[in-house]
């Protein structure tokens, strides 16, 4: 499968990583070489294979539902990049 | 003392040779020593560590401590611990303190073990060579123009430079088993879900898995002992009984069915490596086992199925680094748009970002189908191979890695190249099977391993396998010759 820089751009946009423009043609190039070698899985007959999501074919447990953990609000505040009245803090997003 | 093993350490500790305090100390010594050339921890805590040894004293003199109370041990910098950064390699986490411990750091504490700092490993254990840390690569003690594997770089170097008697690993695609291999120590992936990953930063949850590192398989069982067992904090931690791992470490090796792949001594293998695997295997043989040639017809798909199944999950689990919580925030956001992609432009390293690319593209509207969906039954056509394989034999043998440790920069441009160095060892985790590497040989002067893959919950049988052979071998007591000289 063949990789646009533009496709890397919405990629980009997709993950929330900018890719400077300088930067962009030796990626699209490395993930191009990626997608050149996971692309031999397409040759593979799967047909009528289930997906296998867990190795041991485990699903998620239920447990009670009931607080077990405490607040740690203050722990957790302490170690944000910007917090103030217990509050974490970003660039406005609405005038 | 530097160069007891885990078992002797216990010895020498309960026969009152010397004090945790005098033995961490040492360690720490050789630790302030080797540490400037060989890049092996990114973060030491003397006074934390020389605290926790001599609380350990204090419960040996009391009569009450725990078998391993005193024993050091070094922690790959991918397990939170409180109050002392947890950078898991990556500048996003540089400034990173966690407010709790993992688990295995927990059970590792309740059972007495002194920790002596974090070791360096790839960004997110991301990498095969240490060389993705954003701390710089830490140095292989054999040779240090070569890379001591990864991602668990670090923790190999440090056990085999003696900066630690043992260490603890992670192991996604081989993380734990080719910088074992790589730096000659004996290291053990266990079964998926066997130990938890609660508090040990997610890279690909369905293939992670934390593993002990260490000189002996003596000593991986009895570290294993400690971090095996079931987690109501991790929903995929598993609920088998745990085995004294220890317990059957003398059984005899008579009529143990071994089998042999084909497809791990083709093309791709280094000479000299395959001879040393071949004495390695007839080494088995002469203490009984019996050698099966076996085949794993899916193994042209390994590597394809699990660049897309590993990235797809890693770009899910680091969406959760965003500057807003904890960690990296880039200055001066303009937005909120601005923070978030500038802060993951700027905390995350190129193989990170390549990673979280190729999996956000696997995972996208029109592509999940061909690429994650195609990748998720493949990895069905992978397990079954094992599952077939082991209706004849017992375990599975094999090379560790296609050749020894490589030079630092050897395959750092190239990304693919970097991937076919982890052939032989993606397959367990694929399959969520444990796996071992024990050191097999040198090759020009560089150790190789002898990789050891069993059943679902099979770890005894691959450490009385590993145990057997070093009571016959004398490759895991070889050391590498260091500036400061050879330990005796």
């Known amino acids: ?95 | 003392m530097i160069n007891h093993t885990v078992a002797t350490l216990i010895h020498g500790l309960s026969e009152k040779q010397f004090s945790s305090e005098e033995l961490t100390r040492a360690f720490l010594d050789r630790i302030a020593s080797l540490n400037g050339s060989l890049n092996s921890f990114i973060t030491v805590d003397p006074d934390h560590a020389i605290a926790s040894a001599r609380k350990a004293d204090a419960e040996r003199a009391a009569g009450n401590a725990p078998a391993l109370a005193g024993v050091p041990i070094a922690h790959k910098d991918i397990f939170c611990t409180a109050g002392i950064k947890t950078s898991c390699g990556s500048r996003m986490l540089d400034n990173f303190v966690p407010p709790y411990d993992a688990t295995l750091i927990k059970r590792f504490q309740a059972h007495g073990c002194v920790m002596l700092g974090k070791t360096n490993m790839d960004e997110f254990a991301m990498g095969s060579s240490n060389e993705n840390s954003f701390y710089g690569p830490a140095l292989n003690p054999w040779d240090t123009h070569c890379v001591p594997g990864g991602s668990s770089g670090g923790s190999a170097a440090a056990v085999a430079a003696r900066m630690a008697p043992a260490a603890t690993g992670t192991d996604t695609g081989g993380s734990i088993r080719q910088p074992a291999a790589f730096c000659g120590i004996t290291g053990l992936k266990p079964t998926y879900g066997r130990v938890s990953r609660l508090g040990m930063v997610a890279f690909a949850s369905s293939l992670d898995q934390a593993g002990p590192m260490a000189r002996t398989a003596e000593d991986c069982a009895l570290l294993l002992n400690v971090m095996a067992g079931h987690d109501a904090g991790d929903s995929t931690s598993a609920t088998e009984s745990v085995p004294d791992y220890t317990a059957s470490l003398e059984n005899s090796l008579e009529g143990l069915r071994i089998g042999l792949p084909t497809q791990f001594f083709g093309a791709g293998l280094d000479a000299q490596t395959g001879a040393c695997i071949d004495e390695a295997l007839k080494v088995l043989e002469q203490r009984g086992a019996i050698l099966k040639e076996v085949s794993l017809p899916h193994s042209d798909l390994t590597i394809p199925t699990y660049y897309i199944v590993a990235p797809a999950e890693a770009s899910t689990n680091l969406s959760r680094f965003d500057g807003v919580r904890y960690g990296y925030r880039c200055e001066d956001p303009v937005d909120l748009h601005d923070l978030y992609t500038r802060t993951r432009e700027e905390g995350f390293g190129d193989e990170v970002k390549r990673r979280i690319l190729v999996g956000t593209y696997a995972l996208s509207a029109g592509y999940y189908d061909a690429y994650y969906r195609k990748a998720q039954q493949a990895r069905r056509l992978i397990r079954q191979d094992f599952l077939d394989c082991f209706e004849d034999v017992d375990i599975i043998a094999g090379p560790t890695t296609p050749g020894p440790a490589f030079a630092l920069g050897a395959k750092s441009d190239d990304p693919v190249s970097m991937y076919l160095e982890d052939v032989y060892t993606l397959a367990a985790n694929l399959a969520g099977l444990p796996g071992m590497s024990v050191p097999a040989g040198l090759v020009d002067g560089k150790p190789v391993g002898l990789q050891l893959i069993g059943q679902h919950f099979g770890e005894s049988a691959l450490l009385n396998a590993a145990h057997q052979f070093q009571l016959a071998t004398d490759w895991h007591l070889k050391q590498p010759q260091l500036d400061s000289g050879e330990v005796s």
């Open chain 1, 1 to 95: 499968m063949s990789i646009e820089q533009s496709d890397i751009q919405s990629i980009a946009e997709l993950a929330r990583i900018r890719v400077s423009d300088d930067q962009l043609e030796a990626v699209t190039e490395r993930i191009q070489s990626i997608l050149s070698m996971v692309d031999q899985l397409q040759a593979a007959d799967t047909a009528n294979v289930e997906p296998m999501a867990n190795p041991l074919d485990a699903t998620a447990r239920l447990r009670a539902d009931e607080v077990t953990e405490t607040n740690q609000r203050e722990a957790f505040q302490a170690i944000a990049p910007a917090v103030e009245n217990g509050l974490y803090l970003v660039p406005k997003v609405i005038e």
